[in-house]
């Protein structure tokens, strides 16, 4: 998935019209056990936070929107980035 992600990231740094780009932050949830009580063996799971969350807290918190798990859906990550390619 982190792959994935990485080239969805640079097709969207070429085209900065777009949209301004994304950071990827990978949490091994191996070292947090409140995230492995959440996510168990959905991992690896996308998560997009929400303006002013970090996703590093409260894993249980609602203010992060999972986008996928296991393989990347580029299109419900677009759509939830609001990006859209031509």
């Given at each position: ?81 609001s990006v859209t390619f031509q």
């Open positions: 998935m982190i792959a994935a992600l990485q080239i969805v990231q640079r097709r969207i740094l070429l085209q900065p019209a777009l949209f301004h780009g994304f950071d990827i932050e990978i949490v091994d949830i191996d070292q947090q056990p409140a995230l492995e009580r959440v996510w168990g063996d959905k991992v690896p799971v996308l998560l997009v936070e929400d303006a002013g969350n970090d996703l590093t807290n409260d894993a249980a918190d609602d203010t992060k929107t999972e986008i996928c798990h296991y393989f990347l859906d580029e299109t419900t990550l677009l759509a939830r980035l």
